[in-house]
């Protein structure tokens, strides 16, 4: 006679569903379990593997302002050598006596014959002046005796026109703006190039190339 189905290891159930003991029921729910950490696992490491190969694109970056100016442009710089030059052929000697100049020392000069003893020499404070863009020169003239001086009447290489406006009209045929011409406060030594920028276009980080 057969063996009772209740004494089987399995057993049907009144759904007809085949009986599991609950400690195959736990062995089960351990390998699910341990199914699923392992799926987790891969899938973790496809998705890392992925973004290593096809990393998000950058953030594109603002443009970075204009980096301090620590010279006189090149492009002036340039000019005012070929200013001393020909200057020269006239039989003239000058001397480039301020070129670049810190807001700090631009400052200092605004102080003085005001808060400080002396004449006033300048009628803008740092930032305000093209002397701090590396955009203007200072000159004086030099006599043979090798003195530097500011006379706008001098005739040193005996023409009958002054020396300071020769000066002046060679520097403007290469491209300087004088600050003798300015209706106010006129700067007799000074000598500018803007290329088209205003001080507030300068403040504002805009810069003039460096190269023609």
Do not use: C
Not at 27 to 56: E, F, N, Y
Not at 98 to 110: I, K, M, P, T, V
Not at 116 to 133: D, L, R, W
């Amino acid at each position: 006679m057969p063996e009772p189905l209740a004494r089987q290891n399995t057993t049907v159930g009144r759904i007809g569903q085949p009986y599991v003991r609950p400690e195959q029921k736990q062995k089960r729910s351990r390998v699910m379990t341990s199914l699923v950490l392992v799926a987790i696992i891969v899938m973790g490491w496809r998705w890392i593997q992925s973004v290593q190969d096809h990393p998000a694109p950058a953030r594109e970056q603002a443009p970075a302002k204009s980096t301090a100016i620590a010279g006189l442009h090149p492009i002036v710089a340039e000019k005012a050598d070929e200013l001393v030059a020909q200057t020269g052929k006239l039989g003239i000697k000058i001397m480039i006596t301020d070129d670049f100049r810190s807001s700090e020392e631009q400052n200092a000069l605004y102080k003085k014959g005001r808060s400080e003893p002396g004449q006033v020499v300048t009628n803008v404070k740092g930032g305000a002046s093209y002397h701090n863009y590396g955009l203007a020169v200072d000159f004086a003239l030099v006599k043979p005796d090798g003195d530097v001086i500011w006379d706008m009447e001098y005739d040193g290489n005996g023409n009958g026109k002054s020396d300071w406006m020769e000066v002046v009209s060679a520097a403007k045929k290469l491209g300087f703006a004088w600050g003798g011409d300015w209706t106010s406060f006129k700067d007799y030594p000074h000598l500018q190039m803007d290329f088209g920028y205003s001080i507030k276009d300068l403040q504002n980080g805009k810069r003039p190339p460096a190269t023609e």
